[in-house]
């Protein structure tokens, strides 16, 4: 009888992509992110980078593709902002590391698992954000925490729809 | 050694990559430069980079949006030209009206600054750009245009829409640039309330709406009052529309302040077009000039009108209420030619009144003209009957002139129709004049 160790197990869950969905789906997550909130005003509520990072941290169940990727994404979607360049890169990078490492311990196919999992990575950047602007950078910042649970049941919602998406791109090579 | 890093690679890793970023994150604080002003040089260039990036397929998905959009938008205004057409129609009218009001005021307002030497700065020049995105994140109210260094533009600079100002320029890049919107909370313009002439500053709060934060309590802030541009933060060109005041509360944060919520003037969520001023000038521009000029044409012009029609109406209250005083008009509507012959033209020199009695209707004794005078009646005699002279000559085609020589009548003694023979004896008493000395008896 054939007996699964810990590594094949962790070999059996990690997952890779197409080197061109590993970069061409943040990026048009970013820039579907800058051109959505302009038809649409209210949709500057969704934070579609952060929900590819989760995606591709705890699918890889590497830390530090996690933090690369979760940096990479931040930056760049700093860039496009009036905000200092590493706010949202030093957030993103910690919760792909968090996901990454997290992915080893629970079963993030579940839905329910995702469900808390999504929401309180949404949280947890709104309070890493507010950290950084207020006591990092001393900015003095006011945070509406109703605006961020909602932000983060609205960002949940529609992150296990586009989960179940990009699920169909995992290549298991 | 090795193994240490092999064995918290992970987390090496990641403090590596906080680290870094961190110190990127001190090197711009260091500039002392806040999130309103432009990047210094180093991270200018990524985020030029990033926008170089990104700004392709913004500006690709922008075209094929507004294509789309512009051909939905063309069918609909088609169904709703005639209406528009109606309506624009009147609001031209509308505003001809407005300005010819205003123009006095300004030319006014022009002579008072001049007397002042105040320099004040007219917008000259602009540049038309499109809003290809957003910063994509809610807490940054920033938007990317189409047009950069390429067209002139610099940090700084007002943007604005023909219904009020969007906000500034922040970072340029080569064909694109930033936009920071005035709801953003690192922005502000120096602002002036309309009515009570109170400057404050404008700024985005931390819920993404424009406020004033600045002012203490004032009841003479209301909700409703205008705000504009006061050109004091040396960006936005003075007299500018900023907005309405939406709401006034107290500052909960700081108690002697109050919050003065601003609505925009502007649609700053969606907006499709926005004019980047590029520079300004002391001198009225040309165009406005004539604009100017043709209001106060046009107020000289209502001025007038204006009079005639208050002479006009003068002239129609008092033909209504005293007709006696006014000839009927003519046939064809024309005032009526007076007495010289003057036809009463001009309602603004009108005509001297003559009081002139009109023929009555049934004229018996009393009616003026057709009495006899006193020398020409002989006591006891058979004096003509007064009434049916008098229609006799009231039917006569004089008997208006002979109506309205009252006093001739009464200085040419009439003959009686009927001379008896007693007339002889009558004969009217001569006065004698009155410097004639009496007789010595």
Redesign the interface.
Known sequence: MATRSYTSRRELDEHTFHPAVAVLVPVGFIILQALLPRPFPRLAILDLPLIATIFFAVSRRSPIAGTLTGAAIGLLQDALTNQYIGINGITKALIGYIAASIGFKVDVESITTRILMLFGFCLMQSGLLYLIQDHLLGQHIQMLWLHELLRAAVNTLVAIPIFYLLDRTKSDE | MESFFVRY???L??VA??LA??I??AV??RDLRG??QPDGRK?TL??S???G??AP??RV??FF?RGIRGNWNNYIDLRRTRQQNADLEKEVARLRLEQAEFAEDALQGRRLQALLAFREQYVNATVAAQ?I????????K?L?IDKGADFGLKPDMAVITPDGIVGKI??VFPHTA?V?EID???SGAGVILASTRIRAIVRGG??GRVQIGNLTADSRIKPGEEVLTSGGDQIFPRGLKVGTIESIAPDRDRQLYTLIRVHPAVNL???EEVLVITGTQSELPAVAQQDLAAGDATAQQMKADAQRAEAQRAADLAAERLPSLTPPPNADGTPAATDDGAAAADPLHPAPIVLKAVPALHPDRYSPGLTPPAASLTPGGNNPNPAAASSQTADSPAAGDSADSGDAAAQKPRKPAIAGPTAALKKPKTTPPADAKEPQR
């Open positions: 690679r992970n987390a890793v990641l990559v906080l970023q961190t990127l994150l711009q604080v999130p309103s991270v990524l985020r980079w990033a926008a990036a990104v397929f913004e998905t922008a949006g809003v995105g957003t910063s994509g994140v809610d807490s940054s920033v990317l922040r970072d930033q920071l953003d909370p690192s931390p819920d969520a969606q907006l």
